[in-house]
């Protein structure tokens, strides 16, 4: 059956590029998980130096990348879903392009998967990873996932069973830190440790409450949502020490510098993409890394050098303008956007392009807890657009924004084409679009040499 599935999954492979029916990052994994239910644990085997998972809410996108050209940068030849495909018939798609015809070898030494949290548990049991790293937990598609409370006992119980398994946390999120206690294996700890850093708002805090005894979390310092440096009001739950750490933080709308604290060193680190969260992205992909004992000249390397991850922050040239892709589909990465992108407090061009097919989350309730009025949106201008434009119009008239600075266009490639035409040329305009909104936004702009160019289908169902 092994056998079947690989060559099945190859042809199909090869059927949806020739075609341009797709990627091939999805189907050809379906087609041979139907033909062998347990291809996956069959030719995870085969990788010599195990895999590393990286779920969580926001951030798995990213972080797994930059974990992906840390350990390129170490000299490993490294298997990833690059796309974001990160349920079971991604990975499948993934293993069977670097397995060779016969199963017995893949093209690569190590594999970095990015996993969907509710595929936690099948994941880990067919992977049987070498480490596992949880990013943050914040709300996120409640028609689908319900509450965090639930997420969290599916992502806590695809830990158990594996005491040879690293398990990386984020320490500034308590409920991604009281994870912990499903762990059986090693447990280390990241986080970001900045006295200059302290939000007022107070937005997708959605985990305010102790996980052992109910009662609520007192902050020293609270960075973003529920993430700072925690403790109970009443027992004894507090932030755990922390294995690896960001400090002198600066954010620019297009840069992220920070020191980042090591078991054994300390790096000057300087990325060319800006956000709080992204410098949380860069603590847990050098954790990651430290399983393999990665050295701090390829970490501080490769996140100098690393370009933003598909349809978070890409950047793209447009009639002379420049023009940055944000995705956003949740509050608190919404917010986080944001908050980078206003960081030097001048107005801007905005799109937002909201949809609300299955793969976006249904629900999309959530740009109501979008803090929009924290920040001084005066002068900027906004193209609204996606199957809910109006519901988007209607949120910023409540933020307090002039009908005259909004324009509703529902097509996404016109809203594309309009918020392009409106910036002055060589200033940047930023698309904050939903997933299925993306792929139309990114198909704009995507060369037919790039291989995702032809993801902006989209059904009702999504992509």
């Not at 029916?21 to 347990?38: C, H, M, Q, R, V």
């Not at 590393?52 to 798995?60: A, L, Q, R, V, Y």
């Not at 690059?82 to 016969?102: D, E, V």
Request: proline fraction near 3%; glycine fraction near 8%; charge should be neutral.
């Amino acid at each position: 059956m092994k056998l079947f599935a690989i060559w099945f999954g190859k042809l199909a492979l090869i059927a949806t590029r020739v075609t341009r029916a797709g990627s091939g990052t999805t189907f050809p994994g379906l087609l041979a998980e139907k033909i062998d239910k347990n291809i996956i644990k069959k030719l995870a085997t085969k990788i010599k130096y195990g895999a590393i998972i990286i779920t969580g809410t926001n951030g798995k996108t990213t972080a797994s990348k930059m974990l992906v050209e840390i350990l390129s940068e170490e000299g490993y030849t490294v298997l990833h879903n690059p796309s974001g495909s990160n349920l079971t018939r991604g990975i499948a798609s993934a293993l069977i392009q670097s397995s060779n015809l016969f199963g017995t070898r893949l093209h690569a030494d190590i594999a970095v998967f990015e996993i969907d949290e509710a595929t936690m548990p099948e994941a880990t049991t067919k992977i049987r990873p070498r480490a596992v790293l949880v990013t943050n937990l914040f709300r996120d598609q409640l028609d689908r996932y319900g509450e965090l409370d639930k997420t969290a006992a599916i992502v806590g119980g695809s830990l158990r069973g594996f005491p040879m398994m690293t398990t990386i946390l984020n320490a500034d999120d308590p409920l991604v830190a009281s994870l912990a206690k499903y762990a059986e294996g090693p447990v280390k700890y990241f986080g970001i440790e900045d006295k200059n850093i302290n939000t007022s708002s107070t937005a997708a805090m959605d985990s305010k409450d102790c996980t052992e005894c109910g009662h609520e979390l007192i902050y020293g310092n609270r960075y973003f949502g529920h993430l700072g440096v925690w403790k109970c009001s009443n027992c004894e739950m507090v932030r755990p020490a922390l294995n690896f750490r960001a400090g002198e933080i600066e954010i620019t709308p297009k840069t992220s510098k920070f020191k980042l604290g090591m078991p054994k060193e300390v790096l000057s680190v300087e990325m060319q993409i800006s956000g709080l969260y992204n410098v949380y992205n860069a603590l847990s992909a050098a954790a990651g890394a430290e399983v393999l004992d990665s050295g701090g000249a390829s970490i501080a390397s490769a996140l100098r050098n690393f370009s933003a991850a598909f349809g978070r922050m890409e950047t793209f040239e447009a009639e002379g303008r420049e023009a940055m892709l944000l995705l956003v589909k949740n509050p608190t990465g919404a917010n986080q956007a944001l908050d980078a992108v206003f960081s030097d407090k001048k107005p801007k061009d905005i799109l937002l392009a909201l949809n609300d097919n299955f793969a976006d989350g249904t629900d999309i309730s959530w740009i109501w807890d979008v803090d929009f009025e924290s920040i001084d949106l005066r002068g900027t201008r906004f193209v609204v657009s996606g199957i809910r434009a109006e519901d988007m119009a209607l949120r910023l008239k409540y933020a307090g924004i002039q009908k005259e600075f909004i324009v509703i266009e529902k097509d996404i490639v016109e809203s594309v084409h309009k918020i392009i035409e409106q910036t002055k040329k060589g200033d940047t305009c930023y698309i904050f679009p939903t997933y299925t909104a993306m792929m139309e936004v990114r198909s704009v702009f995507a060369d037919k040499s790039d291989e995702l160019s032809e993801l902006g289908k989209v059904t009702k169902h999504g992509v």
